[in-house]
């Protein structure tokens, strides 16, 4: 048993989810429970449920078994910034308002000594903002797209690669059957980390990623040229969040109640179109959704999820809050919630991956 500095933790899951939320929540919840003898309290459907205080005690049952379940048995959302509340009026109309006051007499009614704020970077937002409001708060890193700043690496983007790796490979064996052009959007709001490693691992003849604004002409240039050669297919790899050199980022649709109000989304077909006109090959387009969301988490990211809430709760054991645990080599470190907030982390335009994918034929439409 080591130093007991929290007898009544709180876990909340913010945000879109991910594989690997489950594997943090059993992590902290049975090092709370088994090492500091603490209570845990459950937040049920992210900061909305913050607000509402809709919590519950959770038991040793509740966290028993959950290690390879992908979701989170917590229930999350990403339209609660106690901040930023979106509260529906009788008209129909969404007015915004400041609720975080309810989040801190819920802190207080729950006498909760700390929270562990499982989340992306909008959690991280709200998790800096409340802890200037004197709760204790230590964030973890969540989120498929991996940017979050401070932090080598956020758990779930493993498991999104997996899935997205996997879906390049299957539209392949198609795309070399029919000898057409397969254009594959992934997700990652405004980095390109999930085209990048997915595009890679897949073999993508073309990745488009936000950090690299592409011209069509590059584009079609690439996949006429493989046909030339007598590789009658291509595979084209593009990010949510990829725009061409003369235009605008995809918006799918606005919802004010949501954290980023802009979903982003429909890149693919407009490019899967213009290839098609420009170049008259046969172009089809997948849309890989929220299948990068769904299901186990890869080992990979389990034992980075486990990390993660061990180190959580034994910061918080120690006092140490108003901070982000981040993995940076190998170790399991962590940073302000300050640093973790200051910006977006992004593919840098020149990194080994980008050089790596240049080297054995990747074109970024850039060229
Ligand atoms: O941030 C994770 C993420 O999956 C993004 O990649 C994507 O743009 C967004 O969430 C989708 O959000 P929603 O769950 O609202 O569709």
Same mark, same amino acid.
């Given at each position: 048993m080591t130093e007991l500095k929290i007898k009544r933790v709180g876990i909340v899951t913010g945000g879109g989810d991910c594989p690997g939320?489950?594997?943090?929540?059993?992590a902290v919840a049975k090092a709370a429970m088994d090492w500091h003898d603490a209570t845990v309290i459950g937040i049920e459907d992210g900061f909305e449920g913050f607000v509402e205080g809709r919590m519950h005690e959770i038991s040793n049952k509740e966290v028993s078994g959950i290690l390879s379940q992908g979701g989170t048995i917590l229930g999350t959302s990403n339209k609660g910034d106690p901040f930023h509340y979106p509260e529906e009026k009788l008209d !129909?109309? %969404?007015?915004?308002? $400041? &609720?975080?006051?309810?989040v801190v007499r819920n802190y207080r009614r729950w006498s909760l000594d700390a929270i562990i704020a499982i989340g !992306? $970077?909008? #959690?991280?937002?709200?998790? &800096?903002?409340?802890?200037?409001? !004197?709760l204790n708060i230590v964030g973890v890193p969540k989120t498929i797209d991996n940017d979050l700043a401070g932090t080598d690496l956020t758990f779930g983007h493993d498991s999104a690669l997996f899935v997205a790796t996997e879906a390049i490979d299957r539209l392949h064996t198609t795309a070399s059957s029919h000898h057409r052009i397969m254009v594959i959007e992934v997700m990652g709001r405004y980095a390109g980390w999930i085209a990048l490693g997915a595009g890679l691992a897949g073999g993508a003849d073309v990745i488009l990623i936000p950090e690299i604004p592409f011209?069509? &002409?590059?584009?079609?240039?690439?996949?006429k040229e493989r046909s030339l050669r007598g590789k009658?297919?291509? %595979?084209?790899?593009?990010?949510e969040g990829a725009k061409p050199a003369d235009g605008e980022i995809v918006v799918k649709a606005i919802d004010q109640k949501q954290t980023d109000a802009r979903r982003l989304g429909g890149i693919g077909e407009v490019v899967a179109n213009r290839i098609k006109e420009d170049t008259g090959l046969e172009t089809r387009v997948t849309v890989l959704g929220h299948l990068q969301r769904g299901g186990s988490p890869t080992p990979f990211d389990r034992n980075l999820s486990t990390k993660f809430g061990f180190k959580a709760c034994e910061l918080a054991s120690k006092g140490i809050f108003g901070v982000m645990v981040a993995l940076q080599g190998n170790t399991i470190r962590y940073v302000s919630l300050k640093? =973790? #907030? =200051?910006?977006?982390?992004?593919? /840098? /335009?020149?990194?080994? &991956?980008?050089? +790596? +994918?240049? =080297?054995? !034929?990747?074109?970024f439409g850039d060229e």
């Open positions: 939320l489950n594997a943090v929540i059993r !129909g109309s %969404i007015q915004i308002v $400041d &609720e975080s006051e309810r !992306g $970077d909008g #959690t991280m937002h709200i998790s &800096e903002q409340l802890s200037s409001l !004197g011209k069509w &002409e590059s584009i079609h240039k690439k996949v009658r297919f291509s %595979i084209v790899c593009v990010a640093e =973790a #907030t =200051a910006k977006q982390k992004l593919v /840098p /335009p020149n990194c080994q &991956e980008i050089q +790596a +994918a240049r =080297a054995v !034929g990747t074109s």
